[in-house]
């Protein structure tokens, strides 16, 4: 059976430095996997998406996330907290549009 | 771009009652999609359609709900004489294409509340 597990339900960092959310799957085949941003009362935003090209995933506003396939894990990473970046995010992993299983979300607080 | 909306945000509604949940969505996107997230689950596909037609509803219950992608205007999931159990949050998403999943935007979902 497929799931998704987001380790952490909250994080707090201070501006300028690194953020790490952490994402775990379980699969019987390797899925599509995802990372979504929500800022309050809005919709999710996609922030970067592994699809099996390469293992390095780029996404916008500075992000990454790298697919390790031994560790089952796909963490979110970047190098230095911007205000903006507070948020709620949402790894999500799936097959197909009738496939799609959401992590719990991890609410990312950044202190000034 | 103001991305996918859904309306309305928040929805209270006494059993019997019919729930009407809308989702615009983004420019240029001609593919919705509804989930429904129950309490302490994760979002489930209901249905995925394209304007005027209905392409997977898979799942989606048999009875009491049913959703509609016109020509113009936004997506409509209609949920008749509801009950306590559809008490859930209602997401869609949209996409430019059939690509669905890695193309997807979500909207911030409709809370129904059933008393």
């Known amino acids: 059976a497929q799931s998704v597990t987001q380790l952490d339900s909250h994080v707090s960092v201070s501006e300028g430095t690194p953020v790490l959310l952490r994402c775990n799957y379980s699969?019987?085949?390797?899925?599509?996997l995802f990372w979504y941003v929500q800022h309050p009362n809005k919709g999710l935003q996609l922030l970067l998406k592994?699809?099996?090209?390469?293992?390095l995933v780029k996404g916008i506003n500075g992000f990454e996330a790298e697919f390790k396939k031994s560790e089952t894990s796909f963490h979110l990473t970047k190098p230095s907290a911007h205000m903006s970046d507070a948020a709620e995010y949402f790894c999500?992993?799936?097959?197909?549009?009738?496939?799609?299983?959401f992590g719990p979300g991890t609410s990312l607080s950044v202190i000034p | 771009n103001a991305g996918v909306m859904q309306n309305p945000r928040h929805l209270v509604r006494r059993r019997g009652q019919e729930a009407r949940l809308r989702c615009s969505p983004m420019?240029?996107?001609?593919?919705v999609y509804w989930y429904r997230q129950l309490p302490e689950e994760g979002l489930k596909f209901m249905v995925y359609?394209?304007?005027?037609?209905?392409?997977?509803e898979s799942g989606m219950p048999k009875e009491r709900f049913s959703a509609e992608f016109p020509k113009e205007g936004p997506s409509i999931l209609r949920i008749q004489q509801v009950v306590r159990g559809d008490s859930a949050a209602y997401f869609c998403?949209?996409?430019?294409?059939?690509?669905?999943?890695?193309?997807?935007?979500f909207g911030p979902g409709t809370r129904l509340t059933v008393t």
């Open positions: 998403a949209s996409s430019p294409d059939g690509t669905g999943i890695y193309e997807q935007y």
């Open positions: 699969s019987s085949y390797s899925p599509s």
């Open positions: 592994y699809t099996s090209a390469a293992t």
């Open positions: 999500v992993g799936g097959t197909s549009y009738d496939k799609v299983i």
């Open positions: 420019k240029g996107h001609s593919h």
């Open positions: 359609l394209q304007k005027e037609n209905i392409i997977d």
